[in-house]
């Protein structure tokens, strides 16, 4: 990971799991973010999304907690976060169910969740959106595109095959690291495109 200054104080990164299947990825991202020194990660689960979690990995609210420097209640939209003068460097809600990919398309600030992405994207910071359905219908592809002409970056967590993936833990790590990428913290760890003369090893 690329480091910080020392001087430079820690940068914050909101995370938002939400209740579509591929909660690992939000899981992981806090991960990563706790080996960053330089920066500060903000947690909102919704409900749904701690429902999943517990479903797919056994984790609770108070497990996902304990990943997170700074956790909210969704229902607490008069958090920090819900306000554009406490600075981040942006968001990412990982996964994107539907339901909250239309709230945030549509401006509808039901939730903490929902309210902090708006206003991401009301202060012109990155959004990203791990967006989880398939196959998608057309409200989901407006829903999409209304984000991405508001500034977001609309990305499906798909498999990066030419980064010899011998795992779904490599897979999801792949995800997670390109994901980083967009708020300028580049991993070492990363298999990164070199080209056709450099191929990884065929994945068995």
Known sequence: MTPQPADRPRQRLIVAITG??????????????????DWESHLVVSEAGVLNTMHEHGLGRKDLAS??????????VGAAIASG???????V?????MKTLAAVAHAYADNLITRAADVV???RRRLVLLTREAPLNLAHL???VAVTEMGGVVFPPVPAFYSGAQSVDDIVNHTVLRTL?????HSDRLKRWKGLGERPPPTR
């Open 20 to 37: 579509a299947s591929g909660s690992i990825y939000g899981l992981r991202l806090l991960e990563a973010l706790r080996e960053l020194p």
């Open 67 to 76: 990943l997170a420097d700074v956790v909210y209640h969704p229902g607490d």
């Open 85 to 91: 003068s406490f600075l981040t460097a942006g968001m």
């Open 93 to 97: 809600i990982a996964p994107t169910s």
């Open 121 to 123: 994207l009301k202060e």
């Open 142 to 144: 407006r829903n999409m």
């Open 181 to 185: 990428d967009l708020f300028g913290i």
